[in-house]
């Protein structure tokens, strides 16, 4: 058996079971816990879900297949694969699903809306992003010679290569369909593309700039200022550079560092305790505002952020942070957690199962 299918099978059952039983022993014991409130469950491990729909990879007859599940109608719907390969990257969008396939003898991009098979594209399903709340715009990497980032609309079928040909590095796309990306000669920059034009966005003639993230208001990523230093730093149209996180050579993990949604930033910062150093989770408000929402004295990482509130990391539990609020616990947390905000709640999925988190 292909170990990539091993690997995404096997830890499912583990996590379940771990985290049923660890939420069992501590959730009770927390004044400052959520309720796990159970909403459906599939046969299979959940990659991706919307309001309505939930994507998840299953194995049948030893085969790797992706299926749709939808709550609304009750459907359940096997995406075609004609690779015979392992997909992977899996997303959903506002027509269907987008995934990947990175064999040694093929690395393609692949859409599927519904029909008898699926649409292939040219260009790697790594990188590949898709906009975060209409699921309407979808980028990833191609080359034409050169590297680009094939901007689609899966409303409108269109295709847009944004990029000079030396794109470089992670990039990220909005609902509103604007790019933010790096692109050389090095010193690289970020550039936006929106509305059918590329503007620069930084000039530093020494430093580069990399890992751009965008929610259509703020840009933020890491910058340069030494050969071993970089800062974490927002652009706004109206404020220009601002510094969110002071300059360390530590390596900053877009969207577990930063993360931009709506007008709000989480992000981290260092603090020292006890001779450790150890990350603490903050939020930005769009009127410039800054509220720690992590413990100073516990290491922790971004793991989603929606509605002026930060679902994060810490000590192998999941939490929602909120500005002038206690951490909330949340669920156990394993490689495979997923959480998602949902038409004004937080969800979160492990293994085939589907919850709504409770306050």
Do not use: C
């Not at 260009?123 to 901007?151: A, D, E, F, H, Q």
């Not at 509130?309 to 997923?338: D, I, K, W």
Request: no cysteine.
């Amino acid at each position: 058996m292909d170990m990539r299918i091993i690997m995404r099978q096997f830890p499912t059952l583990f996590l379940v079971r771990t985290a049923l039983a660890l939420l069992a022993v501590a959730i009770p014991l927390s004044s400052q816990a959520a309720r796990l409130e159970y909403v459906t469950a599939v046969d299979g491990t959940i990659t991706d879900v919307t309001p309505q729909r939930i994507l998840f990879f299953v194995i049948e007859d030893g085969r790797p297949l992706l299926k749709v599940y939808n709550r609304a109608t009750g459907s359940l719907r096997t995406v075609p694969d004609p690779t015979g390969h392992t997909p992977g990257y899996e997303k959903l969008t506002a027509r269907g699903v987008v995934y990947g396939i990175t064999e040694d003898d093929e690395t393609s991009v692949y859409e599927w809306n519904g029909a008898a098979a699926p649409l292939g594209n040219d260009g790697t399903p790594r990188g590949m992003r898709v906009s975060p709340n209409n699921k309407r715009y979808v980028i990833w990497p191609t080359w034409r010679p050169g590297r680009y980032l094939n901007l689609r609309d899966v409303m409108l079928y269109k295709d847009t290569l944004v990029g000079n040909g030396r794109v470089a590095d992670l990039a990220d796309v909005g609902d509103g369909g604007e790019v933010v990306y790096t692109e050389g000669p090095a010193p690289y920059n970020v550039f936006r593309y929106r509305a059918g034009q590329a503007v620069q966005l930084t000039h530093d003639p020494t430093y580069s700039h990399f890992n751009p993230l965008t929610d259509g208001i703020n840009v933020v990523y890491r910058k340069q200022v030494s050969t071993t230093a970089s800062q974490i730093v927002l652009y706004n149209d109206n404020l220009g550079e601002v510094v969110l996180r002071d300059a360390s050579s530590d390596y900053f993990t877009p969207r577990a560092d930063y993360f931009p949604s709506s007008g709000w930033v989480g992000f981290t910062r260092l603090n020292t305790v006890n001779g450790n150093t150890v990350r603490q989770v903050w939020l930005r408000s769009p009127q410039g505002q800054l509220t720690a929402v992590s413990r100073a004295d516990a290491d922790a990482s971004i793991h989603a952020i929606a509605g002026g509130q930060v679902m994060f990391v810490s000590n192998g539990y999941l939490y929602l942070g909120r500005p002038g609020a206690a951490p909330v616990l949340v669920s156990p947390f394993a490689e495979g957690t997923g959480g998602a905000w949902l038409q004004g709640s937080w969800y979160v999925y492990f293994g085939g199962t589907l919850y709504r988190v409770v306050l």
